[in-house]
């Protein structure tokens, strides 16, 4: 096993982006390799609404620090899987805030009963900007594979792309050697960064899933963000090009 991935610290800390856009980094989880468990950093976005409402992506395990940052930020009202993956913090997140929303992506609700995970979401992410963020934020199902599906976002006033496992970018000076191959072989090692290697063999369909990359250029954003790895501040048109070039 590789020694453990340093934390993008300070974690568990609000990081403004942009105004009314703000990451979390969180803790590692460990992902199943031939070698043994990859290090993943987790990352969430948050971004506070025109009303003052907060919506939460891809919500990390909290702590107390955190909940008592966010509640300075104001009221949270949106907790979004945005794939069937992540998912499983927002639990915790919904016992805090009760009143609201879980989103659910497709196929999450399978998912977490299949893990014995048990969240209470609320409704479902639909194809286009639900009427609470409409406007502010934009949304697209990136389809394409029948193993997962992920639904991504552009927070328009800051031209910033919000993603989650559909480009994974791993700094080589995080993972030991052995890691080191793995994500290479994955096509998950910055600056290069991809879609896993593994999940890029599930999208079979591959004229939907340009049509998604085409949607995500045509909003032409500013900067991505990424829940895993370091993300893209700048060239964000040139780094999804190059990124889904596996899609040409
Ligand atoms: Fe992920």
């Known amino acids: 096993m590789s020694p453990a991935a340093p934390l993008y610290e300070p974690a568990n800390t609000l990081k403004p982006v942009a ?14 390799t031939p070698v043994g468990g990859m290090p993943f950093p987790t990352r969430m976005t948050v971004a506070r609404l025109a ?8 919500p990390i395990a909290p702590d107390d620090g955190l909940f008592a940052a966010i509640d300075a930020l104001g009221p949270v009202r949106h907790l979004v ?3 069937k993956l992540h998912y499983a913090h927002i639990a915790a ?19 977490a009963s299949s893990q014995r995970i048990a969240v209470d979401f ?9 009427q609470a963020w409409a406007g502010e934020l934009d949304q697209r199902h990136f389809r394409g594979s029948r193993a ?11 031209g910033t792309l919000i993603l989650a496992d559909l480009i994974e970018n ?12 793995i994500a290479r ?28 990359l085409q949607q995500m250029l045509a909003w032409q954003p500013q900067r991505v963000i990424l829940a895993h790895g370091r993300c893209y501040l700048e060239n964000a048109g040139t780094e999804l090009a190059r990124a889904f070039r596996w899609l040409a």
């Open 185 to 212: 072989l994955g096509g998950v090692l910055d600056p290069d960064g991809k879609m896993s290697l593994a999940m890029r063999f599930t999208f079979r369909e591959r004229r939907t899933a340009r049509a998604c």
């Open 81 to 83: 899987s945005p794939n």
């Open 19 to 32: 105004p009314g856009l703000w990451i979390v980094d969180g803790p590692i989880v460990r992902m199943a």
């Open 93 to 111: 997140w919904k016992r805090r805030y009760q009143q609201a929303t879980a989103w659910a992506s497709p196929g999450v609700r399978e998912r």
């Open 122 to 130: 609320d409704t479902d992410l639909a194809y286009a900007a639900e």
């Open 148 to 158: 997962i599906e992920e639904v991504v976002f552009l927070h328009r006033a800051s």
């Open 51 to 58: 009303d003052g409402d907060l919506w939460c992506h891809s």
């Open 170 to 181: 791993f700094e080589a000076a995080r993972f030991g050697t052995a890691m080191r191959w």
